[in-house]
C-alpha cells in the first residue's frame, strides 16, 4: 500500500507541479508528500524533480521514472477491474476453440471444475480440424481460447500454457505391444494401423520419423477424427499413434495404453493455451486457470 501511495504521489505531482496541490487533491500532508520523495531520490542517487519557486518540474531520471510510475497505475487499475468482475460473475459465456481430440479427454475435467466455481457461466466448444483454424477463432475474436498442439509463433496471439507430449503408441490393453515398456517403430509395422490424416497436426511428425527410420508407412484406416481413431484402437486391435494427452482419459479408464516409441522420444509436441493479444476476459481468465492446472497435472 505504501508503494501504491507513493505512485500516486509521483504521478500527481508530476501532473500538478506542486507538493501543496497534490497534498490538497489526495487530502495528506504536503509535508508527508515531500518526505517520500525525498525518500525516494535518496535511494535513486539522484533528483526526480528540479524544483523553483513556482513549480516542480521533472528531470530526465524524472521523465523515465513517470513512464513506469504511469504504466504500473494503468497495470494496477486494469488488475482491480478483473478482481472485480470476477466477485460479481454469475452469468456470461467463455468460447474455446480446439481439436476434438481433446474436446473429449482434457478440456471436460476443466469444464468441470470450472462450472463448479462459476455454475452460471455457459461454455462453448467448437471443434477445429487444424491449428490454422483453431488461431483463426483466437485472433478473430470468434474465440476467447484455443487449444491445440504446436502453433508457431505470432505477435496475433498469447500464450497461456504449454505442456510436451511424445508420440507413441496407443493401443488396447490386451494388444501384444501393450505388454512393452517402450518398442522400436520396426515392431508396429506388422499390426493394422489406422494414422491421422495429413490435415492434421500429428500426421507430419509421424512422416518424419517413418522417413527417418527408411520405414514404410503402411495404413489400413487413416482419418483426421481421433475419436474414431482411439475407437479403432480400443474395440479393433488396430495400432495407433497419439499423445499421453489425447487418451488420457481412455488411460485413467483402462481402455487404452500409451506405449513410448524410442524413435518418438526425441519429437516433442506442444499442446498449448492460447489468446489473443487483448486482455482475456475475467471469465476467459478463470477457465484458462482451470485449464493450465489440468495440463499441469497430465
Known sequence: MLHGRLLNYLDEVARTGSVRRTAERLNVSASAISRQIASLEEELDTQIFTRTKRRLTLTA???????????????????????????????????????????????????????????????????????????????????????????????????????????????????????STSIRLSECVGYPMVVADPTTAIRPHIDQVFARANLQLHFAIEANSIEMMRHLAMSEGYVTFLTPFDIAFESRMGRLTYVPVREFQSDTQQLMLIGGRRNLSALASVFAEHMRGVMRAD
Do not use: Y
Open 61 to 179: 531520471a524524472g521523465e523515465i521514472l513517470i513512464g513506469h510510475v504511469r504504466d504500473t497505475l494503468k497495470g494496477m487499475n486494469r488488475a482491480e477491474a478483473m478482481i472485480e468482475d470476477l466477485k460479481g460473475l454469475r452469468r456470461g459465456e467463455v468460447t474455446i476453440a480446439l481439436m476434438s481430440g481433446l474436446a473429449a479427454n482434457l478440456v471436460p475435467r476443466a469444464i468441470g471444475l470450472f462450472q463448479r466455481a462459476m455454475p452460471g457461466v455457459r461454455v462453448s466448444l467448437k471443434l477445429m480440424t487444424t491449428g490454422d483454424d483453431i488461431r483463426e477463432a483466437v485472433t478473430s475474436g470468434a474465440a476467447d481460447l484455443g487449444l491445440g498442439f504446436d502453433f508457431p509463433a505470432d505477435i496475433e496471439i498469447a500464450v497461456h500454457e504449454i505442456a510436451i507430449g511424445r508420440l507413441g503408441v496407443a493401443v488396447a490393453p490386451d494388444h501384444p505391444l501393450a505388454r
